[in-house]
């Protein structure tokens, strides 16, 4: 199970920190990402990181301003987001891959398992 928490309001500018906590299985086996769905748009990828930690990706609107990080030994993944836009206004959702790539996932068809979001606004 993935529960993703810490969304709400904040101005422009400001920042947030998401939490995904895993339950029910050790989240250092799965590849960890972030995805977030705008109201009458599809679900995109945010950013994903690796089983060690050791490797991360980021979609290009979040580049230097987001961070995702992992701390296996709680069972949690974090997206840390800066610089917040109102054009970052979604839901955000956590995902596991439970493959072996090396490379870290970044596609909705690689994720086996989905937390039920958490809703980040953006006001301008």
């Known amino acids: 199970q993935l529960q993703a928490s810490g969304g709400g309001l904040v101005q422009a500018g400001g920042s947030l920190r998401l939490s995904c906590v895993v339950s029910?299985?050790?989240?250092?086996?799965?590849?960890m990402g972030w995805f977030r769905q705008a109201p009458g748009k599809e679900r995109e990828f945010v950013a994903a990181?690796?089983?060690?930690?050791?490797?991360?990706s980021y979609g290009d609107s979040v580049k230097g301003r987001f961070t995702i990080s992992r701390d296996n030994a709680k069972n949690t993944v974090y997206l840390q987001m800066n610089s917040l836009k109102p054009e970052d206004t979604a839901v955000y959702y956590c995902?596991?891959?439970?493959?072996?790539?090396?490379?870290?996932?970044?596609?909705?068809?690689?994720?086996?398992?989905w937390g039920q979001g958490t809703l980040v606004t953006v006001s301008s």
């Open positions: 995902a596991a891959d439970a493959s072996s790539k090396v490379v870290v996932s970044t596609t909705i068809h690689e994720y086996d398992y």
């Open positions: 029910g299985v050790t989240v250092s086996r799965y590849t």
């Open positions: 990181i690796s089983r060690s930690g050791g490797s991360t």
